[in-house]
């Protein structure tokens, strides 16, 4: 008896949601979810390639220059980058005195005591500080940007998804507002419009806006768009300064397993070697 009731209570509890499971199905066929206007205007990061692409693939030190060049002298102004130290900028090819140079000319100084009276001073970088925030705190940074935070780019990349295509996009992506976009999606004071960007409207403005913004050591062209890939590999390898190093590992991992299971196998054959004969 017991047995009977739980087999018809299992067999309603199948049936319903059978049948829930139908109605839902029917629902999305008849009357599928609108699309938003977000989906319908935002674009996926464009393709683009770089030299650390790929299972074999190495940061080109040049570019990283460039970018960090292209980040010094036009990001830097509102954005930080805190999890970078000047001294790991020796990574891109530059010698301890240059670092030395950079940390030391950086356009803000970095937050100090003064030791004689004890009160909050500022004091030129030296190797070992962080890339400072050009503001004090982030009231300060949100007053000067209509109340929009700028990100500490250090992370970025990983932050988004397809980072170095979305970074890479979202600068070469500023463009005037579509003629059929709703009124309520346009751009208010203070945004701009971006299809990169997942709600259209940024509160950053084209940062980089003319070709020749940064004039390059190396004699590379800076077009925006250049700017734009170089500065987007830099901050690559800001949120990964040891992907060279990673892949390396990684090789000589397979390779060291590779010769393993070869020598694997032929001890396997060499203990069996006996029983096998007979
Ligand atoms: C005048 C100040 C200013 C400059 C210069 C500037 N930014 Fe920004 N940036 C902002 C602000 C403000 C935001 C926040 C935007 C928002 O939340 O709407 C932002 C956001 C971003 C974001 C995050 C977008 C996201 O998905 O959340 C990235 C990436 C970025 N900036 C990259 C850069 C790079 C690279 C440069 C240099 C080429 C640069 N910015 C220069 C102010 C600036």
């Not at 700028?150 to 507002?177: E, F, M, W």
């Not at 960007?197 to 940064?214: H, I, K, S, Y």
């Not at 925006?224 to 390396?248: G, H, I």
Request: proline letters at 6%; hydrophobic letters at 40%; aromatic letters at 10%.
């Amino acid at each position: 008896m017991v047995r009977l009731i739980a087999f018809l209570i299992g067999l309603f509890m199948s049936g319903w949601l059978l049948v829930s499971a139908g109605i839902t199905t029917y629902g999305m066929i008849t009357d599928p979810a609108k699309e938003t206007v977000e989906a319908k205007f935002h674009k996926h990061p464009k393709h683009v390639s770089f030299k650390h692409d790929g299972l074999f693939g190495k940061y080109d030190k040049q570019q990283l220059q460039r970018g960090f060049k292209v980040f010094t002298e036009v990001c830097s102004a509102c954005h930080s980058a805190k999890l970078v130290s000047f001294r790991d900028l020796s990574a891109l090819g530059y010698s301890e005195d240059e670092v030395k140079a950079i940390a030391k000319g950086w356009k803000t100084e970095v937050p100090s005591i003064n030791p004689d009276t004890g009160e909050a001073a500022t004091r030129p970088g030296i190797a070992a500080d962080k890339i400072p925030s050009p503001y004090a705190n982030d009231t300060a940074a949100r007053a000067a940007n209509n109340n929009a935070l700028p990100p500490d780019l250090s992370l970025i990349t990983k932050a988004r998804h397809n980072g170095p295509a979305y970074v890479y996009s979202l600068l070469t992506g500023y463009q005037p507002v579509p003629a059929n976009l709703p009124k309520e999606n346009r751009p208010g004071t203070g945004l701009h419009y971006n299809p990169y960007f997942a709600n259209l409207n940024l509160a950053m403005a084209e940062p980089l806006t003319a070709d020749g913004q940064v004039t390059y050591d190396d004699g590379t062209k800076a077009t925006k768009d250049q700017m734009a890939k170089d500065v987007a590999a830099f901050l690559t390898w800001t949120a990964e300064p040891k992907m060279n190093a990673r892949k390396a590992a990684g090789w000589v991992s397979l390779i060291f397993l590779l010769i393993f299971t070869g020598l694997t196998y032929l001890s396997y054959r060499t203990i069996w070697a006996d029983k096998k004969k007979h």
